[in-house]
């Protein structure tokens, strides 16, 4: 057993570090303005809602040797879910989060940094991937398409495409440029799961990303939520896809 892998297994106080985790973000949230984190969509996922796709995503990975992305992690809620759910048959070998805020990525270090977790401080859509991951699960920035200057819009949709082959419009939100730029950093045979707005069902820029879900990779599953019964307190929530 290597070294990474026994400091992961020594993580025996997760409730308290979840709690911890809960806390500091709401900490973080209420400070910030909302409009502010509208921009850069700073919605955190409610820890019940993460625990249930992390679970569904541990049943559907063949390989039990998990390396964990989560590539906008926020106070890394997927993160604690992922601890909290592993069980004896499964071990994690390498995790990673990445988070472009400060303000999130230096509590985040200071409460997971002793886990094992590898953060990067800066932005998804620039780093290289030094290596390829069997699980990634996230709930990426939900920001308009309206937030992104020209210059990072050309950026995105180039990449994508070398990467792809799937031309986005100008019309699709951060979102859609995460789900297709995380494509390079999936090892085969990974699982993937992703908490987004259900708009792109309905909506033209949306045809990009059915397109890469049917063609590039194996849809396993949609799962639509009733806005109605919203686990998220402070978001506008039409209804997410996972
Ligand atoms: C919707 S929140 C989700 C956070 C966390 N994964 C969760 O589920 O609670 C999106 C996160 O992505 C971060 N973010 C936004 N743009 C980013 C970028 N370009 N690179 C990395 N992180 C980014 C935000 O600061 C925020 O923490």
Request: glycine letters at 6%; proline letters at 3%; aromatic letters at 10%.
């Amino acid at each position: 057993m290597g070294a990474q892998n026994k400091r992961f297994r020594e993580i025996r106080n997760i409730s308290s570090l979840e709690e911890s985790r809960r806390l500091m973000q709401e900490a973080i949230d209420s400070e910030k303005d909302i409009e502010e984190r509208r921009k850069h969509g700073q919605f955190s996922t409610p820890f019940v809602l993460a625990q249930e796709i992390t679970k569904y995503g541990l049943e559907l990975l063949s390989d039990k040797k998990i390396s964990f992305l989560e590539h906008c992690i926020g106070s890394g809620v997927f993160y604690s879910a992922l601890l909290n759910s592993i069980n004896s048959f499964c071990c994690i070998q390498t995790a990673t989060g990445i988070e472009i805020d400060p303000a999130y990525f230096d509590c985040t270090a200071n409460l997971w940094n002793d886990s094992g977790i590898e953060l990067i401080k800066g932005d998804f859509t620039r780093i290289i991937p030094k290596q390829k991951y069997n699980l990634v699960i996230t709930n990426p920035p939900y920001v308009r398409h309206h937030y992104l200057t020209q210059d990072e819009k050309l950026y995105l949709l180039e990449h994508e495409k070398k990467e792809t082959g799937i031309a986005l419009s100008g019309l699709a939100g951060l979102y859609c440029h995460f789900i297709l730029l995380a494509h390079k950093w999936l090892a085969p045979g990974a699982v993937c799961g992703w908490l987004i707005p259900s708009e792109f069902m309905d909506v033209n820029y949306g045809n990009a990303i059915k397109n890469y879900l049917l063609q590039n990779v194996h849809l396993l599953r949609i799962h639509r939520y009733n806005p109605e019964n919203s686990l998220f307190s402070d978001a506008l929530v039409s209804s997410c896809v996972v």
